[in-house]
Each structure stands twice: as structure tokens, then as C-alpha cells.
């Protein structure tokens, strides 16, 4: 199993991690050493892992918050054309779902009524990929 996404303009989630993973190498290093979220100092300075990840957060954060900008910009750039290609797909089902009727009442005969509703399926899923469309346009 994957572990969720953290987005990253979340600071405290980051803050978090950051001190989770300092005090875990600092386990590491010094066998035996117990450490609790906040309580130990680090090195001489009586720094915690919090501060420690402060100062790392100071660095990187404009970086991550530009990163978030271009990946919220790709997004919406993906958007549209998959929201183009599922109206195509759903115009070209409900085209197929058409002509398919038109062929087995020709077939059979318009009187025989066989025609209508022979191509439900076809568009129960015109239906079903317009609906995805729509969906991708309303969460953009």
C-alpha cells in the first residue's frame, strides 16, 4: 500500500515528517536512544527536531510552493483535453448506438419495432462517458 500524498503547501504535514524522519536518523546514530516529539535536543545548541525542520522548511517552501503553482497548472492543462475526448468518445457512441437501430430496423423491417432500443447498451455507455466528461470540467 502507498502512503497518501502529502500536498505540498501542507507545512505542518511537512514540519511533521521532517521531525519524524530527524528523529529517526537520529536513532540510528546513537543506539539505545529514545526520543519523543519535541523533548530531546539536538546537538549542543538545544535545538529539537522542530527546529531543525523549521530551518529546513525556511529553505525549501518557496520551491514547493512553485512546484504546487506548476503542478496546479498542468492539471488544468490536462483537464481540457480529456474533457475533449470524452465528449468525442460519447458523440461517437451515441453515432454507432444510431446507426446500429437504423441497420436492424432496416433489416427486419420497420413495422417489426426490433430497431428501438437495440443499441441500449451502446448508449447506457455514451451516457456514462459524458458524465465523466462533465465531471472533469466541474473539478477544474
Known sequence: MTEPVTPLTDQQQLRDRLADAIRTDLRKGIPGLVLYPGAQPIGRMGRTEYDVADAVLAVVQP???????????????????REQVLTEAAETLERIANE???KVAEYYGPTSGIGPGSADMVREAARTVRGLADRTTSTT
Open 63 to 81: 520551491k514547493l510552493d512553485r512546484l504546487q503553482a506548476e503542478l496546479d497548472r498542468a492539471r488544468a492543462e490536462l483537464a481540457e483535453p
Open 100 to 102: 446500429t437501430e437504423a
